[in-house]
């Protein structure tokens, strides 16, 4: 997928520029609000390739939407939030805030 080298570009080119975030998504050439929309998806693969890979079997419905797809993104990866925040400290994620409205708030950790 696209994103994957998007998310990837901007990752490499804001730990190697040690620029900012704005200029890492210039440098990279990806657009912010791409990288935002499919924050899920990308980031999941990282941080879980298995958990990645099984998702996208079951997600395989071309009936299913584009929003569906990235809630269920979402919220797998939110199962993940320990090891998501360990990932973001390591610079192994970009510095974003993953923001989940379709999972209950108790269910998040708190910050």
Known sequence: MEIHRRYAAVLL????????????????????????????????????????????????????????IKQEYRR?????????KQLRVAKKLLPLALRMPSIPRGLCQQQ
């Open 13 to 68: 080119t804001l730990n190697e520029k040690k620029c900012s975030l704005n200029n890492a998504y210039r440098l990279a050439g990806a657009a912010r609000n791409t990288i935002r929309d499919f924050l899920g998806i990308a980031e999941l693969r990282i941080v879980n390739k298995v958990t990645y890979q099984s998702t996208l079997e079951r997600l395989g419905d071309a009936k299913l939407s584009g929003k569906r």
């Open 76 to 84: 797998q990866l939110g199962d993940l939030l320990p090891l998501v």
